[in-house]
C-alpha cells in the first residue's frame, strides 16, 4: 500500500518507517527542508535506538523515501497519516492545531482516488470533524474519509512500541477506511495487536485519557512519596506492593522529580481546556498539572537541604538532562526547572547527558556541560541524579569521592539504595524513602 506521512518528527519518521519495515511503499513529509535532506542521507534528527538502521535499511531497499513535497506524496497515496506536531497553544494551553489544519488544506488540494486522511498527532476531540470540513470545503468533489488512529510509542521504546503495540485504535466508522486500516496494519494483527474500532471522537478522547491517567499514577506515587519521607516509610516498598495487585499493576508507580516529556504535560493541559470548555472539569486532571508543576522546581530544595539548607556560592553537578533515558528530548524535562532554581538560589550548575546536551544547550544559560560523570562531578559540592541513564546505574563512588569537594548524592530516580550509599559514606537523598534513622527520629 501507498502510504504519504505529513511530518516527519518523532511519531512520523518512527511510523513511517516501521509501516515501510512491514512493506508498504512510504514518503516521509515535512516541511523542514533541512530535515528531509539529512533524512534522505540517513542523517537521524533524533536520538532513537535502533532508528538509523531501520531508516537506512527501508532507504536502501526503495520503499521510503523523504520529501518536502506534501503534494506529489499524497498524490496516488490510499492513505495519508497526518503526524505534525500539537503544542500548547501560547496563552491559553488549548492543543495549537494551525499545524494540522493547514496540512488538511495541503491534503485536499492533492487527494485523487479515495484516500484515508488518518491524524495521527494527538488532537482534541472533534478535530477529525474539523479536518473533514477543511478538506470538503476545498474539494467538494474529492473522494475521502477521515478516520482517527492515536499514537502510543513511547520516546526510549518507539520501534519495539511501535511494533508490538499494546492496542491499535481506529476512530471511524467508514467501512471502506476500515479495509484500508486493516491491510496497513495486517502485519501487526498478525502478532496478535487487537485494533479496536469505535467512533472518531472515542479514540480522540482514548489518547488524551490514557496519557492523563498515566500522568495520575506519576502524580499520586510522587505525593506518596512525599509522605514516605514524612512518616519514615520507604515508597519503593509501598510501590512494588501496590503495584503486584493486578487491579494496580506496577508500571508507572516509580516516584521521582515529576513528569516530562512532549505529551505528557501538554496533553493533561489540552485535556483541561477541552473539559472546561464542555462543562464537564475534570478536577484530577487539573490537580495533576499543578502538583507535576510545582514539584520539579521543588526538587531544588532537596539538593538545599541535603548541603546543609544553602547552595549560594555551591557547585552541583547534574547527571541526566532528558526527561527520561534513551533519548535526546528535552521537552517539558524536570531538568530545566530544577537547573534554573539551584542558579536562582546562588548555584555554579555543571551537566553531562549522553546524548541530549546539544539540544540542552539553547534551553540553558550558563550551565558548564562537561565529558563525562566524573569530569561533571568534578569539584562539585554536590552530585545529583536527575535521568536514570543505565550508565550512572554503576557509577564509581570512590573515584566520585575523590574528585567531589563533599561526598553528597541526590538521587532523584531512586537509582540506589540508601544502606549501600552510607555504607560507601556518602550523604545520601533520594525520593521517597527516608533514611534508616528516621523512623525512630519522627514525631509520635
Ligand atoms: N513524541 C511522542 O512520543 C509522541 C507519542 C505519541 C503521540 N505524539 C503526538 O504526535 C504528534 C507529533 O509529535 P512529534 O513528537 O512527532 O512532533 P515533532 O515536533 O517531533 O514533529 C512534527 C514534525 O511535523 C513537521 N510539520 C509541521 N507541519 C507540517 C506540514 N504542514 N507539512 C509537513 N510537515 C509538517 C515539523 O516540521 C516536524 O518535523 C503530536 O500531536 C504528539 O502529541 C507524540
Redo the contacts with the bound molecule.
Keep these: 500500500m501507498r502510504i504519504a506521512m ?7 519518521l518512527v511510523s513511517g518507517a516501521c509501516f515501510a519495515d512491514f512493506g508498504h511503499r512510504v514518503t516521509c ?4 527542508a533541512e ?1 528531509v535532506d539529512s533524512l534522505a542521507r540517513g542523517v537521524m534528527p ?1 536520538y532513537e535506538q535502533d532508528l538509523e538502521d531501520l531508516v537506512a535499511r527501508n532507504l536502501r531497499e526503495g520503499r521510503l523515501t523523504f520529501t518536502s513535497g ?1 503534494a506529489e506524496a499524497v498524490r496516488g497515496a490510499q492513505a495519508v497519516f497526518i ?4 503544542p500548547s497553544r501560547r496563552g491559553d494551553g488549548h492543543a495549537d492545531l494551525s ?1 494540522v489544519y ?2 488538511a488544506r ?1 491534503i485536499a488540494t492533492a487527494i485523487g482516488d479515495f484516500t484515508v486522511v488518518i491524524t ?4 482534541p476531540v472533534g478535530t477529525g470533524d474539523e479536518v473533514e470540513i477543511i478538506i470538503r470545503k476545498a474539494r467538494p468533489d474529492a473522494d475521502f474519509a477521515v478516520v482517527s488512529n ?6 526510549g521504546s ?1 520501534i519495539q512500541d511501535f511494533k508490538h503495540p499494546d492496542r491499535i485504535v481506529v476512530g471511524t466508522e467508514d467501512a471502506r477506511a476500515k479495509a484500508v486500516i486493516a491491510e496497513l496494519y495486517r502485519p501487526l494483527y498478525l502478532n496478535a495487536a487487537p485494533i479496536l474500532y469505535v467512533g472518531r471522537r472515542t479514540a480522540e478522547l482514548v489518547k488524551y485519557a490514557a496519557n492523563a491517567f498515566l500522568a495520575t499514577k506519576i502524580t499520586f506515587i510522587n505525593e506518596i512519596a512525599d509522605l514516605c519521607e514524612k512518616v519514615g516509610a520507604d515508597v519503593q516498598d509501598v510501590a512494588r506492593a501496590m503495584g503486584l495487585d493486578n487491579r494496580i499493576g506496577s508500571k508507572f508507580l516509580h516516584a521521582g522529580p515529576g513528569f516530562g ?3 505528557f504535560p ?2 493533561a493541559v489540552a485535556l483541561i481546556k477541552t473539559a472546561q470548555d464542555n462543562d464537564a472539569a475534570l478536577r484530577i486532571v487539573e490537580t495533576v498539572a499543578a502538583v507535576n508543576d510545582a514539584r520539579k522546581r521543588a526538587m531544588s530544595r532537596k539538593v538545599m537541604t541535603a548541603l546543609g539548607g544553602s547552595i549560594r556560592g555551591k557547585t552541583i553537578a547534574v547527571l541526566g538532562l532528558t526527561f527520561k533515558p534513551n533519548t535526546d ?1 528535552m521537552r517539558e524535562a524536570p531538568s530545566i526547572p530544577l537547573i534554573t532554581a539551584l542558579q536562582d538560589m546562588g548555584a555554579s550548575v555543571r551537566a553531562y547527558d549522553p546524548v541530549g546536551m546539544e539540544q540542552a544547550k539553547p534551553l540553558m544559560t550558563g550551565v558548564e556541560f562537561c565529558n563525562g560523570p566524573y569530569e561533571c562531578a568534578a569539584r562539585a559540592d554536590a552530585l545529583v541524579i536527575a535521568t536514570e541513564w543505565e550508565q550512572f546505574r554503576a557509577l564509581d563512588f570512590d573515584h566520585l569521592k575523590r574528585v567531589m569537594v563533599s561526598p553528597i548524592l541526590v538521587d532523584l530516580r531512586n537509582v540506589y539504595r540508601t544502606d549501600d550509599m552510607l555504607a560507601k559514606g556518602f550523604s545520601y537523598a533520594s525520593v521517597g524513602r527516608a533514611l534508616p534513622f528516621a523512623s525512630t527520629s519522627r514525631k509520635k
Design positions: 505529513i511530518g516527519s518528527g518523532y511519531v512520523g513529509v515535512d516541511k523542514d530535515k533524533i506534501l503526524a505534525v506536531g500539537t499545524y493547514s496540512a495541503e495521527k498527532s494527538t488532537v492515536p499514537e502510543f510509542l513511547r520516546e518507539a516529556g512532549s505529551c501538554k496533553d528530548d
